[in-house]
């Protein structure tokens, strides 16, 4: 399910001429069985909204006062959200002889054409207030509070996500809920301007109109709805956004080792957790151990437990990277097995986590993984599965693929081989002049090419891939000595440290006087930092071989980690 939380207003939505009807009632106590979490945020009073509808408590939280009051009509306790009304305001409105005029905890209510008075006397009093309309009704609260305060003060109160929430409503004063909201519905009588705005417009007025879309939310209808307004952008072909879906994603990135997959899950993520979608990153080669903006979980000395990450999942505003690096190669998937299922239960309860991404996915769920606990995507939100060897991934973690980015120079020639694995025919390419990525839906008879657009920030990339992975043949490093008598691979940092040791002075200093330690790690190692602190090495006079040795280890070591262990079986480390 989408969506768990129903966040509806009162009065024109649940309500009619300020009762709400049998019908609707039934309709709510239903997906309250079903455990969605419903929410009523309504510009009334308290004490107003409490003598004329009876059953608050079948809602977990009320917020009044169009956002300035949260009230738990089962704890029946009240919390006040904003600074109470100036009393000079209040008392020069009833000396105008303003009728009606309602004073709550936070909010000042009246009635058009009041607001003539209302305006004037904020004026000339010098307050700093807001005046919000609805239909003939005049609020008038502390600046910035609103109903989407409100909703957000109760959702952070239920450790709930906008992003899992449906919200209704009828009038002007509810546009700013419907908007926070992940999906933004009106009943039918609503005005013309909000349901212009809104994502889905019912076929019913009031009562009737919540309990069709009640029906909707239980019978998985809601779900399939499209809010392009949460389309994640991926990149543009032709002057148009390529967008893929919040929801539902089951995506495969996939392309040759140093093709740019790190680079579009960079670019998907930040977008993703910049939205406040909350993402559960797992990192099996330490990749993500500096990303900003998420709570990493492990070191290389800890594997973090499977309840640890999900007692920080609790809270939606958390996202958190799993880093695996310091947890052997052969107990990944046993690890994962435990955590996905975890997941989904997660998911099922609360309405979060919303993305599962998952690096070097073939680690976790390699071929020989013959059932995955996931039906669909859907029920881990989306999922997106990163990896240079996708036929060395488990054939059901392949069924949950419903769209594929390709990278690299041949995208056909990585498409053809995830249809061939599914059974498909390959589909044709349409190439376009500018495009780095090719992006294939499961089944079409088409992929396209675009250009992706890239993430505002780069992170540090294949910290683990240069410590312990197998590099190309061309960016790998090369002991030959003064006389090229030697051909030494060093296939990652960690050998090159393990060869340092061995090789001979003449070797070692002959590379060191050239500057080949740097211009290596400079140029095919891309980090231009370290390449910094190793030519000042390369150029201080009179250090020993063996302390020149020490001093390049003891760089490395610093920036980058070792393995948990050999990983002569892992895909990544055959010569090529």
């Given at each position: 399910m989408r969506y768990n939380v129903l966040a509806c207003d009162y009065d024109?939505?649940?309500?009619?001429?300020?009762?709400?009807?049998?019908?609707?009632?039934?309709?709510?106590?239903?997906?309250?069985?079903?455990?969605?979490?419903?929410?009523?945020?309504?510009?009334?009073?308290?004490?107003?909204?409490?003598?004329?509808?009876?059953?608050?408590a079948l809602f977990d939280l009320v917020v009044a006062e169009n956002g300035g009051l949260l009230y738990d009509p089962r704890q029946r306790t009240c919390d006040v959200l904003a600074a109470p009304p100036p009393p000079e305001l209040t008392d020069r409105l009833r000396a105008e002889g303003v009728e009606p005029l309602g004073v709550g905890q936070v909010l000042v209510a009246t009635r058009e054409p009041y607001d003539v008075q209302v305006l004037a006397a904020i004026r000339d009093l010098g307050l700093e207030l807001q005046v919000i309309y609805n239909k003939g009704a005049v609020m008038v609260l502390p600046p910035g509070v609103n109903k989407a305060t409100g909703l957000a003060a109760a959702l952070d109160r239920l450790s709930l996500s906008p992003h899992s929430v449906v919200a209704v409503g009828d009038g002007e004063n509810d546009h700013a809920f419907l908007t926070a909201a992940e999906l933004?519905?009106?009943?039918?009588n609503a005005l013309p301007a909000l349901k212009d705005a809104c994502d889905l417009?019912?076929?019913?007025?009031?009562?009737?109109?919540?309990?069709?879309?009640a029906g909707m939310l239980l019978g998985g209808e809601l779900d399939a709805v499209e809010v392009p307004r949460h389309g994640v952008l991926l990149g543009h072909t032709d002057g148009q956004d390529v967008r893929l879906p919040p929801y539902g994603a089951g995506l495969l990135v996939a392309g040759p080792s140093g093709s740019g997959k790190s680079t579009v899950t960079t670019a998907l993520l930040e977008r993703l957790v910049g939205d406040g979608y909350q993402c559960v990153i797992v990192d099996p080669e330490g990749d993500y151990a500096?990303?900003?903006?998420?709570?990493?979980?492990?070191?290389?000395?800890?594997?973090?437990?499977?309840?640890?990450?999900?007692?920080?999942l609790e809270q939606p505003g958390h996202s958190v990277v799993v880093n695996l690096i310091g947890q052997q190669l052969r107990d990944r998937p046993e690890y994962f097995a435990e955590l996905l299922p975890r997941l989904t239960g997660l998911r099922a309860t609360h309405g979060h986590p919303h993305w599962l991404i998952i690096d070097e996915a073939h680690h976790l769920m390699p071929t020989e993984v013959r059932q995955v606990p996931v039906r669909e995507a859907g029920d881990l939100g989306s999922l997106l599965m990163i990896t240079v060897h996708p036929e060395a991934m488990s054939p059901s973690a392949l069924r949950l693929v419903n769209s594929t980015i390709a990278v690299g120079k041949e995208p056909e020639v990585t498409l053809a081989a995830f249809a061939t694995a599914l059974g498909q025919e390959p589909p044709e390419l349409l190439t376009s002049q500018d495009g780095d990525i090719a992006l294939w839906h499961t089944g079409d008879d088409t992929a396209r090419q675009l250009r992706l657009t890239p993430a505002r920030v780069q992170r540090t990339r294949h910290r683990r891939k240069y410590a312990a992975g197998t590099m190309a043949k061309d960016k790998s490093f090369y002991f030959t000595g003064p006389e090229e008598r030697l051909r030494l691979r060093a296939r990652n940092l960690h050998t090159f440290v393990e060869l340092a040791e061995g090789v001979d002075d003449d070797t070692w200093l002959h590379h060191l006087r050239q500057g080949d330690y740097s211009g290596w790690i400079r140029d095919k190692l891309g980090d231009a930092e370290l390449a910094g602190e190793v030519e000042a090495v390369e150029r201080e006079d009179g250090l020993s071989p063996e302390e020149s040795r020490r001093r390049l280890a003891d760089l490395i070591g610093e920036r980058y980690t070792l393995p948990a262990e050999p990983t002569d079986h892992d895909p990544d480390h055959k010569d090529r």
């Amino acid at each position: 399910m989408r969506y768990n939380v129903l966040a509806c207003d009162y009065d024109g939505t649940v309500a009619s001429h300020g009762q709400v009807d049998e019908e609707t009632i039934e309709a709510l106590e239903r997906l309250s069985r079903a455990g969605v979490k419903l929410l009523l945020v309504t510009g009334r009073e308290l004490d107003d909204l409490l003598s004329v509808f009876p059953h608050p408590a079948l809602f977990d939280l009320v917020v009044a006062e169009n956002g300035g009051l949260l009230y738990d009509p089962r704890q029946r306790t009240c919390d006040v959200l904003a600074a109470p009304p100036p009393p000079e305001l209040t008392d020069r409105l009833r000396a105008e002889g303003v009728e009606p005029l309602g004073v709550g905890q936070v909010l000042v209510a009246t009635r058009e054409p009041y607001d003539v008075q209302v305006l004037a006397a904020i004026r000339d009093l010098g307050l700093e207030l807001q005046v919000i309309y609805n239909k003939g009704a005049v609020m008038v609260l502390p600046p910035g509070v609103n109903k989407a305060t409100g909703l957000a003060a109760a959702l952070d109160r239920l450790s709930l996500s906008p992003h899992s929430v449906v919200a209704v409503g009828d009038g002007e004063n509810d546009h700013a809920f419907l908007t926070a909201a992940e999906l933004g519905a009106t009943v039918a009588n609503a005005l013309p301007a909000l349901k212009d705005a809104c994502d889905l417009c019912l076929s019913q007025e009031a009562g009737s109109g919540v309990a069709e879309l009640a029906g909707m939310l239980l019978g998985g209808e809601l779900d399939a709805v499209e809010v392009p307004r949460h389309g994640v952008l991926l990149g543009h072909t032709d002057g148009q956004d390529v967008r893929l879906p919040p929801y539902g994603a089951g995506l495969l990135v996939a392309g040759p080792s140093g093709s740019g997959k790190s680079t579009v899950t960079t670019a998907l993520l930040e977008r993703l957790v910049g939205d406040g979608y909350q993402c559960v990153i797992v990192d099996p080669e330490g990749d993500y151990a500096e990303y900003p903006g998420v709570t990493v979980l492990g070191d290389p000395d800890r594997v973090p437990g499977v309840d640890e990450v999900l007692r920080v999942l609790e809270q939606p505003g958390h996202s958190v990277v799993v880093n695996l690096i310091g947890q052997q190669l052969r107990d990944r998937p046993e690890y994962f097995a435990e955590l996905l299922p975890r997941l989904t239960g997660l998911r099922a309860t609360h309405g979060h986590p919303h993305w599962l991404i998952i690096d070097e996915a073939h680690h976790l769920m390699p071929t020989e993984v013959r059932q995955v606990p996931v039906r669909e995507a859907g029920d881990l939100g989306s999922l997106l599965m990163i990896t240079v060897h996708p036929e060395a991934m488990s054939p059901s973690a392949l069924r949950l693929v419903n769209s594929t980015i390709a990278v690299g120079k041949e995208p056909e020639v990585t498409l053809a081989a995830f249809a061939t694995a599914l059974g498909q025919e390959p589909p044709e390419l349409l190439t376009s002049q500018d495009g780095d990525i090719a992006l294939w839906h499961t089944g079409d008879d088409t992929a396209r090419q675009l250009r992706l657009t890239p993430a505002r920030v780069q992170r540090t990339r294949h910290r683990r891939k240069y410590a312990a992975g197998t590099m190309a043949k061309d960016k790998s490093f090369y002991f030959t000595g003064p006389e090229e008598r030697l051909r030494l691979r060093a296939r990652n940092l960690h050998t090159f440290v393990e060869l340092a040791e061995g090789v001979d002075d003449d070797t070692w200093l002959h590379h060191l006087r050239q500057g080949d330690y740097s211009g290596w790690i400079r140029d095919k190692l891309g980090d231009a930092e370290l390449a910094g602190e190793v030519e000042a090495v390369e150029r201080e006079d009179g250090l020993s071989p063996e302390e020149s040795r020490r001093r390049l280890a003891d760089l490395i070591g610093e920036r980058y980690t070792l393995p948990a262990e050999p990983t002569d079986h892992d895909p990544d480390h055959k010569d090529r």
